[in-house]
């Protein structure tokens, strides 16, 4: 029987991008909280940033969006994680499936 290596590239490829999937959602807890008061946090941490000389960083994202997953864990990671604690504070924004905190959204021109 001959190997036939066009078959298996696929699942070559396949299989290191399944073990990234589940290492993220098995890693992290969900980066945003479907509970928070948006706009009550929102005034908190502008008054914080105007008085720590920082600026504000909105993440909008989903609790089931692997990219949003993605771009938590990487935003938690050196040597990012230091140039934003040193600069920004930061706001995740749990938009849930399209049909939560969109009147906050459309506030900043709807950028979700």
Not at 48 to 61: C, D, M, P
Not at 74 to 83: A, G, M, Q, T, Y
Request: glycine share 2%.
């Amino acid at each position: 029987m001959k190997f036939q290596s066009k078959k298996f590239i696929p699942f070559a490829l396949a299989s290191p991008i399944v073990l990234i999937v589940i290492i993220f959602y098995e890693k992290k807890e969900n980066p945003y909280d479907s509970n928070l008061d948006v706009t009550k946090e929102y005034t908190k941490l502008i008054s914080i940033a105007k008085s720590e000389n920082k600026n504000l960083l909105i993440e909008f994202g989903a609790n089931w969006c692997f990219d949003c997953h993605a771009l938590s864990d990487i935003l938690s990671r050196e040597p990012v994680k230091s140039f934003l604690k040193k600069n920004y504070l930061l706001l995740a924004v749990d938009v849930g499936k399209f049909d939560r905190n969109l009147d906050f959204s459309n506030r900043f021109g709807d950028p979700i």
